[in-house]
């Protein structure tokens, strides 16, 4: 009889086995990849279901808590900014004014783990397989400097939405319209 037990367990276990590992090579692949998270399209840009251009009431409904607005000074862009989580990374979300009708105006993703020791040149490949047709952008006041050599290279997104994302090697993404980035 327990030989019975055990040849039916066998298929169980090689079943858990194998899903087991079809999950770490997910995992593994997701983590292949620095910008998995990086969504950009016609509608816009943004990172796993948030985007530019969204109210600050369909950013709560993403993040899924309320946002507490601050005002920052010296910035270009999203004067009123808010932290939350997603997907285990933090992001930071800026609106031009606390009113709920404000459009996410910036977005900020901190890098964690994989994403802080991925090289320069690893973020720009992984943004140019994921966005063929994103276009670098160089600093005006530098406009001389190779792409290679930007410490913070920005680069245009297509869409009907314009944005522009600012890599930033070793700290994170910033999502924002290029007039607020060059």
Avoid: H
Wanted: include cysteine; glycine fraction near 8%.
């Amino acid at each position: 009889m327990a030989g019975r037990r055990r040849t039916r367990m066998l298929p169980v276990l090689a079943m858990a086995l194998a899903a087991s590992a079809a999950a770490a090579r997910a995992e593994d692949a997701a983590q292949a990849d620095p910008l998995g998270g990086l969504e950009s399209d016609e509608d816009g840009a943004g990172w796993q279901g948030i985007r530019l251009g969204m109210s600050l009431v369909q950013a709560e409904r993403r993040f899924s808590v309320a946002l507490a607005l601050r005002e920052t000074d010296n910035t270009r862009c999203g004067r009123f900014v808010a932290g939350a989580e997603r997907g285990g990374l933090a992001l930071t979300v800026g609106f031009p004014s606390a009113k709920p009708g404000a459009k996410v105006e910036t977005l900020f993703v901190r890098f964690e783990g994989y994403q802080v020791v991925a090289t320069a040149a690893d973020l720009v490949a992984s943004l140019k397989a994921r966005v063929p047709a994103a276009r670098y952008v160089p600093d005006a006041d530098l406009a001389d400097r190779p792409e290679a050599e930007d410490p913070a290279p920005v680069y245009e997104l297509p869409g009907e939405t314009p944005a522009a994302v600012q890599i930033r090697p070793r700290d994170g993404l910033l999502f924002a319209p290029l007039t607020c980035l060059r």
